[in-house]
């Protein structure tokens, strides 16, 4: 199987790849970006080439560490599947299994788990036993700990006592979209590496790699997607009209201009899915608007949401920037009640009302 080509990110990929292949990568690396837009991608490619038969270096894709490494995917099916039975459990057979991800024996994923999809305790301190083992087979081991902002309190600290006992046989990836919920004391002892959006033209030439998405919606998918391959591949049209509804229903309540009535009623209707989960909701938000703010400084040539920007323009008239500067500090709040399991339609009901005052 030939390595899975990789679009965008070339400097970070060069400057790993040169690290690598000089043998001085450092022990722990912190890359922070939007959801779905390469991290864990460009983790298990960085993994697959450090314990390549014919490396270090840049992966052949083709040798068996190569091709299990590359495999290890949290948003394959079959681990999908697995990730998404594990919210069943209790939280006492949960601790017993901590949930991890693996194929090759010395590349192990550790993603959030549970219903309210944290990284829990139990996954840190599996983590740092299992940090102590020399390579099974490979050159070098590799964690990748993803979503790490979304570890719990007790985890933070027993990843901490893992980064601060370095072993010189792991190399630990950490991937964030938000790297300022991590412990500062965590963000000092890794090297971070920032990863930019794609742009739409990039955006195109993936998704035409793609026969599944037909051409008259790869422009729309680009655009909604935000430079987000990840979000370019899971996007449910109908879901995401019904997402960005729900959200223009906020915007209009805190502007004045929609009744409370319908607000609620289009948060009833997004149900109980993923799509429906505080993040997904907030991160609608933040894209509409980033589009009322493009409108305000006339720079609609870049819009996401350029398929509705009639609707933008009237909603833009009266946006002040003290609004928008409100609006922003509050979403900021939302976000953080996430990892409470607050509900998401008592958050945005009460996000909305506030922007009235």
């Known amino acids: 199987m030939p390595t899975p080509k990789l679009i965008g990110h070339k400097r970070i990929r060069h400057s790993l790849w040169r690290m690598v292949s000089e043998r001085r990568l450092p022990q722990t690396l912190l890359f922070c970006g939007m959801r779905g837009i390469g991290k864990c991608t460009l983790a298990r490619h960085l993994a697959a080439g450090i314990n390549c038969q014919s490396g270090p270096g840049q992966p052949c894709g083709d040798c068996s560490p190569c091709r299990r490494i590359l495999a290890t995917d949290p948003s394959a099916e079959q681990f999908l599947k697995q990730i998404e039975e594990r919210k069943k459990l209790t939280a006492a057979q949960r601790k017993q299994m901590p949930l991890l991800i693996a194929i090759h024996p010395d590349?192990?994923?550790f993603p959030p788990d549970g219903?309210?999809?944290?990284?829990?305790?139990?996954?840190?301190r599996y983590?740092?036993?299992?940090?102590?083992?020399?390579?099974a087979e490979g050159r070098q081991r590799i964690f990748i700990l993803t979503h790490a902002d979304r570890a719990t309190e007790p985890a933070s600290n027993a990843l901490l006592k893992t980064?601060?006992?370095?072993?010189?046989?792991?190399?630990?990836?950490?991937?964030?979209?938000?790297?300022?919920?991590l412990l500062p004391t965590i963000r000092s002892r890794a090297i971070p590496f920032?990863?930019?959006?794609?742009?739409?033209d990039q955006m195109r030439?993936?998704?035409?790699?793609?026969?599944?998405?037909?051409?008259?919606?790869r422009d729309l998918a680009a655009s909604w997607s935000e430079g987000s391959p990840g979000a370019a591949l899971r996007l449910d049209m109908n879901e995401f009209r019904a997402r960005r509804e729900a959200m223009l229903a906020v915007?209009?309540?805190?502007?004045?201009?929609?009744?409370?009535?319908?607000?609620?009623?289009?948060?009833?209707?997004?149900?109980?899915?993923?799509?429906?989960?505080?993040?997904?909701?907030?991160?609608?938000?933040?894209?509409?608007?980033?589009d009322l703010t493009r409108i305000q400084f006339a720079e609609g040539r870049d819009m996401v949401h350029a398929d509705i920007a009639t609707t933008l323009e009237t909603l833009a008239k009266q946006v002040t920037v003290d609004w928008l500067?409100?609006?922003v500090v509050q979403l900021q709040e939302v976000e953080s009640l996430e990892r409470y399991n607050v509900q998401r339609q008592i958050a945005l009901e009460a996000y909305a009302l506030g922007l009235r005052t």
């Open 205 to 217: 030439r993936f998704l035409a790699t793609y026969g599944d998405i037909p051409p008259d919606r």
């Open 115 to 124: 219903p309210s999809q944290l990284i829990a305790i139990d996954q840190a």
């Open 127 to 135: 983590l740092r036993e299992q940090a102590r083992l020399a390579p």
């Open 194 to 200: 920032h990863f930019s959006p794609l742009t739409k």
């Open 251 to 290: 915007i209009e309540t805190g502007l004045r201009r929609g009744q409370f009535g319908r607000l609620s009623g289009q948060l009833a209707a997004l149900g109980r899915g993923d799509a429906s989960r505080i993040e997904r909701l907030a991160a609608m938000l933040w894209s509409l608007l980033r």
């Open 325 to 327: 500067q409100r609006a």
């Open 163 to 181: 980064l601060e006992e370095p072993v010189p046989s792991l190399t630990l990836v950490l991937t964030s979209e938000n790297p300022h919920h």
């Open 107 to 109: 590349v192990l994923i």
